[in-house]
Each structure stands twice: as C-alpha cells, then as structure tokens.
C-alpha cells in the first residue's frame, strides 16, 4: 500500500541552528499538507501546497520557516534558526487533489528537539 | 475559523463501549472525520462523515452528528486494548482545510 514517506524520523538540533524535513507524498497526490503538532495538542497547518504552488501558508511563521515543492511531488520544510518552542512533531499529509471528500493520508512524522 | 473541542481523556474498561465526544463551530464544515494517533505515530484516518448524514457505521464504531448543536461523537463498541490512542476530531472547511481538535485520550483498562 502507497504511503507518505517522511525523513528524518528524529531530529535533535541546537537552537540558531538549521534544520530541513523532507516529505515525499503517495504518488500523484497534488495536495500535500505540512503541519505541527505541539505535545498535547492537535496538528496545526502550516502550509498547503497545490502541485508547486502554496495554497496556504497563512499560519507560517515566515521569519524563520520556509517550505518549498518545487515540482510539484516531494517537499521540504526548513527551519532557519530553529528556537526553542520548535519542539514539536511536523507531520505530512497528502490528497489526490483538492476538493470534497478526499481523506488526508499522513506520514509517520519527524519529532524535533531543539536544546 | 473553525473551533473544534474535545475532552482530554477518557478512561474505560476492556469489554465496554467507549463515547468520545467533539464539539466543532464551522456549520458549513462538509466532512466532519475521526482520526487515531498511536503513540510517536503519524494520523490514521478511522472514519468520517459528511455534513448531511446523521450516522455512519463501520464495523466497531459508529458516528453520530448532531448538526444542529454541532455535536459529532465516536462510539467503539467492545473497546480493546489495542485501541488504547490519542483520537482526534476534524472538521473540513473551505479548499480541503482541515482544522483538528485538541485530541481525546482513551486509556483501556483490562
């Protein structure tokens, strides 16, 4: 069965420093989902890509945080410098294309720990 | 945007049936779904229903919602161990954004 893939599965980094999550969706999937999920809390979205275009990127903090698709098939999301409250799990999920219905499928997720 | 609520944790015995229950704002939500979280685990979508439907069956578990009071709830019949997770409600509104509540802790007792 297709599945998202997600790397690293653990990051532990210092803060100021960079870090980058790589996600490869289910194969011709166009909508791909970038989301973090604090310890306790549900995911929040952070961006949604269309193929390579951001459909939404409203909840990103754009000082630090930048994600790209250039493609249109896998993505990374890069952190630049990593602080501390970046401690989280980021989570990826994908669709066949936007629209009414389409289940999310997610992927195991990178935890990160920023010291 | 949409506000979606649930109960922190849930406590029941092996054997019995298990009520998680969401409340959500958004009434033009179009699926309202139910996903399980395994510790260190991504999402696995268990279920969902849409908008227009009072009930949803699949096996074990059952949706109900009310949408007038935007009540959504899962019930697992015959609870075991192995479901013992994190399960999270969410509602999708405009262009497929999926908003999630804060999650639901089910411990199993055996």
Aim: charged share 20%.
């Amino acid at each position: 069965e297709a599945e998202v893939a997600q790397s690293p599965r653990y990051k532990i980094t210092e803060k100021s420093q960079a870090v980058a999550f790589w996600c490869d969706p289910i194969s011709g999937h166009a909508t791909l989902y970038w989301y973090r999920q604090i310890l306790g809390q549900g995911p929040e979205l952070l961006v949604q890509f269309q193929d390579e275009s951001v459909v939404d990127d409203s909840q990103l903090p754009k000082d630090r945080f930048s994600a790209e698709r250039l493609k249109g098939v896998d993505s990374t999301l890069k952190i630049q410098p990593a602080e501390l409250g970046d401690s989280a799990m980021y989570l990826c999920a994908s669709i066949p294309r936007s629209g009414e219905g389409e289940t999310q499928y997610f992927g195991p997720g990178t935890r990160l720990l920023v010291l | 945007g949409e506000d979606v609520e649930q109960s922190l944790f849930l406590s029941v015995r092996e054997g019995d049936s298990s009520v998680i229950n969401c409340t959500y704002t958004d009434s033009s939500s179009t699926y309202l779904y139910w996903y399980k979280q395994e510790p260190g685990a991504g999402l696995q979508l268990l279920t969902y229903i849409f908008s227009n439907m009072d009930m949803k069956q699949d096996q074990r578990l059952t949706v109900l919602l009310n949408k007038k009071d935007k009540h959504l709830s899962l019930r697992i019949a015959d609870t075991q161990t192995g479901d013992s997770a994190i399960y999270f409600c969410a509602g999708s509104g405009g262009y497929q954004k999926v908003t999630f509540g804060t999650g639901t802790k089910l411990q199993v007792i055996p």
